[in-house]
């Protein structure tokens, strides 16, 4: 239980953290500026982690393992940070900025992972989609 759990307790606690922190970002600040210092803070912790969780591993070894979609996550997450600033900054609120672009996004990888990954789509499925575009629509009159 605990592997399928502490996962998700690591998301929520994140995206509570990271929407308090793109909310608070100062509207003065070139946002390109504020993503650059905070993928380095990102880049200095994620290279400190690298190297205490994997003792005897060769950092140049392990970056020669990954592929094209290390690089595309890179400019994906650019997408994901400047969207939620620019969001924030446009006058959507916490309350619903977040739940209004995460029900979309949910909604959008039931179509994907039936298109790409071969998984069914069922009609618990489709009811749910139902629901969360009249909880859309209720969240945003």
Known sequence: MWPMLYPVLIIVISNILYNICTKSTPGEVNAFATLSVTYLVAAAVSFIIFFVSSKGKNIITEFGKTNWTTFVLGFVIIGLEIGYILAYRNGWAVNT???????TLAV???FVAMIFYKESITVKKIAGIILCGGGLVLMNI
């Open 97 to 103: 900025f977040s739940v209004t672009a995460n029900i």
């Open 108 to 110: 959008a990888l039931i």
